[in-house]
């Protein structure tokens, strides 16, 4: 299949005044072209610093790749320059966050923030080309053209998340980070603005990775998952493999509520008993092993090696038997 993005043994930390924080702890995630990957896990899981992490936006003298290869395309961008990434941002991958205006200036108006994203990347477009491209994006994030001339304050915040799917898209990016990108809004709009990126997405054949508590959101717009636990990928299927399959790690069947069900109403993560590991001082073996009631001896001393079926990982003790350890008839997104 046709790689877009792979992440090889990622770990990132975060060093603060007297700790190390462990975020992100030998992650290995890949993206092929066109599709959406829903990334998965509680708050701390380490999600959002993947993100910012392909995007070498970890906050500076904080946050540090500590080893591990992120490969965009043939490029590997641990290594790339801050003035390389600047012309990737944006026009190769794009980002958007949960909450609208932190990515919207609110002195300038929203045609000109688009605008002004045009310019700095297509050094070759004309004044005219760039204000029909302003008027065809918000056309297609479902705008009229006069809403260019508002400031964001006068948008409402279905409004102001679609000016910000629209700066994102300009320049048409062969991958879209999407941090909880509906969160903030109501219900009805969240599915209104989630159909438009889909087709959006479809349409530009630009891949995603949507970041999400919400299995409603995982079951309608993805097309693989990835489920995080501490740092790391604990599980990652088809969306057929992550709903249907008989077996899972334990603590996805805690997340999801024991069984896995794509008819199910429930749309949030249902709460597990016990806290997440402190990351700064994780567990030996089995990061999940203090809140797992399958836990083993074996589990407290020995990390799992990811355990394949087809297009199904699960990374526990449990499987090594039913799974192939070696993984060589794992196929990604078949
Ligand atoms: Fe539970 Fe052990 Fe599997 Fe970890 S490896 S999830 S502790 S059974």
């Keep these: 299949y046709d790689k877009l993005l792979e992440i090889n043994n ?15 702890n030998g992650l290995n995630l890949s993206v092929r072209k066109g ?16 993100a910012l992490s392909i995007l070498k936006l970890l906050p500076e003298k904080i946050g540090f790749i500590s080893n591990g290869r992120i490969w965009f395309e043939s490029v590997d961008i641990t290594k790339t320059s801050e003035k390389e990434m600047r012309r990737v941002r944006g026009e190769q991958i794009s980002m958007i966050f949960q909450d609208p205006m932190t ?22 477009m004309t004044k005219k080309q760039i204000s029909d491209r302003v008027d065809e994006i918000l ?18 915040g279905g409004m102001k998340q679609r000016v ?21 809004l109501d219900v009805t709009i969240q599915a209104q603005v989630l159909s438009m990126m889909h087709k959006l997405k479809e349409k530009l054949d630009t891949s995603m990775i949507l970041i999400t508590h919400d ?18 990928i604990i599980e990652e299927g088809n969306i057929r493999d992550i709903f249907t399959a008989k077996h899972h790690h334990p603590y996805t069947l805690g997340l999801f509520g024991s069984i896995p069900d794509m008819s199910k109403k429930t749309r949030r993560l249902a709460p597990i008993d016990g806290m997440m590991p402190d990351p700064t001082n994780l567990p030996d073996g089995c990061h999940f092993w203090p809140r797992c009631t399958d836990r083993m001896d074996v589990c407290k001393m020995c990390e799992p090696n990811p355990c394949y079926k ?9 499987y090594k038997d039913l799974y192939n350890e070696r993984g060589k008839d794992y196929i990604v997104g078949k």
């Design 10 to 24: 990622l770990h990132v930390n975060y060093k603060t005044a007297d700790d190390v924080v462990y975020a992100v």
């Design 35 to 50: 599709e959406t990957l829903g990334l998965v896990g509680e708050t701390g899981s380490g999600k959002t610093t993947v």
């Design 103 to 124: 990515s919207l200036n609110p002195t300038i108006r929203v045609g000109e923030q688009i605008a002004e994203n045009l310019l700095l990347h297509k050094k070759d």
């Design 139 to 156: 056309r297609l994030v479902g705008l009229t053209k006069e809403k260019k001339n508002d400031f964001p304050h006068q948008l409402s």
């Design 164 to 184: 910000v799917i629209a700066l994102a898209l300009a320049c048409e990016p062969k991958l879209l980070l999407a941090d909880e990108p509906t969160t903030a």
């Design 215 to 232: 299995l409603g959101v995982v079951a309608n717009n993805c097309d693989r998952v990835a489920i995080m636990y501490a740092g790391q």
């Design 310 to 318: 087809d297009t199904h990982m699960i990374k526990c003790h449990l």
